[in-house]
């Protein structure tokens, strides 16, 4: 009985004193509030974005060297357009595509953001990037497009500082004029143009969709296209402005017919 009792004690896990938990615990928030502190302190000054137009931004100037890498010609097509002279039906299908929410948040959809990480942690790696129209102006504005939770972090935090100092339509307006829509075009001006040869105050409803539905795939699908995923994302858009009472039901059967597949 007392061999038992012996290699039973030495084969029981020493349990660890509470001091080192408390010190583990205690490196574990200093890291955190370390990391906050760095954040912070690195954030890019948006304020001047309240008046002035960005002359360049991150993603046209990433998008510039990897062109030039390639050994290829680098031509950059983006016009300024006034907020008001961008179709307010352009603006809707935009906003039901990308962000719904838009007008009723802050800059972060905490719901899709819950959706996004399952998704990525069911994944085992960032698929899904949950991001509302102002974190997608922090990153092409600020950042990259690599897929990480370090990136996601910063997009989070400089998106704050931009619906803290700028206003929804502000906020809204840059994004419609930098947003790349195909290779070295950026912003719904310089696609309607490219793509249509028309200015955007002139686009017609099919156009509107076609230009929205590339948003997620600039450079591999044009909007002029007859590709198959455009086609469906079309119908799904234009499905979407009719559920939000935004077309009547004539234009909907009109235009749901131009993007059945042949």
């Not at 004690?9 to 890291?31: G, N």
């Not at 954040?39 to 991150?58: C, M």
């Not at 400089?158 to 195909?182: C, D, M, T, V, W």
């Not at 559920?243 to 235009?255: A, F, H, N, R, V």
Request: glycine share 4%; proline share 4%; charged share 25%.
């Amino acid at each position: 009985m007392n061999t038992i009792r012996v290699w039973w004690q030495k084969a029981a896990p020493k349990k660890r004193p509470v001091r080192y938990i408390l010190y583990s615990a205690l490196l574990v928030i200093l890291s955190i509030f370390m990391l906050y502190i760095y954040i912070v302190l690195t954030l890019p000054d948006v304020r001047g974005l309240a008046r002035h137009n960005p002359k360049s931004w991150a993603m046209l100037e990433m998008r510039k060297a990897r062109t030039l890498a390639a050994g290829k010609k680098w031509r950059k097509r983006q016009y300024w357009v006034r907020f008001a002279d961008i179709p307010a039906l352009l603006k809707k299908a935009v906003r039901i595509t990308e962000d719904a929410s838009f007008y009723q948040h802050r800059g972060i959809d905490t719901e899709e953001i819950i959706n996004s990480f399952k998704k990525n942690w069911q994944s085992g790696r960032p698929v899904r990037g949950g991001s509302t129209i102002t974190q997608q102006l922090a990153k092409n504005l600020y950042l990259s497009t690599e897929k990480s939770y370090w990136r996601k972090i910063k997009e989070y935090f400089i998106a704050r500082e931009l619906e803290k100092h700028l206003s929804k339509k502000r906020i809204f307006h840059i994004y419609l004029n930098i947003i790349e829509l195909g290779p070295g075009i950026f912003g719904v001006e310089a696609a309607a143009r490219y793509y249509f040869g028309r200015s955007v105050s002139s686009l017609s409803l099919e156009q509107i969709i076609r230009v929205t539905a590339v948003i997620p795939k600039p450079l591999k699908v044009r909007p002029d296209s007859k590709n198959r995923w455009l086609l469906w994302k079309c119908r799904w858009i234009v499905t979407k402005l009719r559920q939000y009472g935004y077309i009547s039901s004539e234009q909907y059967k009109t235009t749901l017919s131009v993007f059945k597949p042949k």
